[in-house]
Nanobody, 119 residues
């Protein structure tokens, strides 16, 4: 299963961006879709996650500003980001987990997309 992420870029503080991540391949079902981020010199952290049987969770630092959503018909996960601030600057990575058409587990990472918040 391959992931293709897009939507990063340079944005001013207070601005908005929407990230997309499309999964392709022999996918039977997707159980988890998530966005992580890693800033320079920091550990990778979970930003938002959708679990099919549980729902959505967000990091405290993005609650009320970021929204994760999915389009099952397109096997795509989105991250709508609003009120961005410089602390949100990072490489954002998507993760998708589930079962292939042969009913084996998979967990795939996207290539990362850079979000830079700066004036």
């Amino acid at each position: 299963v391959q992931l293709q992420a897009s939507g990063g870029g340079l944005v001013q503080p207070g601005g908005s961006l929407r990230l997309s991540c499309a999964a392709s391949g022999s996918i039977a079902t997707i159980k988890e879709m998530a966005w992580y981020r890693q800033a320079t010199g920091k550990k990778r952290e979970l930003v938002a996650r959708i679990l099919s049987d549980v729902g959505t969770t967000y990091a405290d630092s993005v609650k009320g500003r970021f929204t994760i959503s999915r389009d099952d018909a397109k096997n795509t996960v989105y991250l709508q980001m609003k009120s961005l601030n410089p602390e949100d600057t990072a490489v954002y990575l998507c993760f998708v987990g589930g079962y292939t058409s042969r009913w084996t587990n998979f967990g795939s990472w996207g290539q990362g997309t850079l979000v830079t918040v700066s004036s």
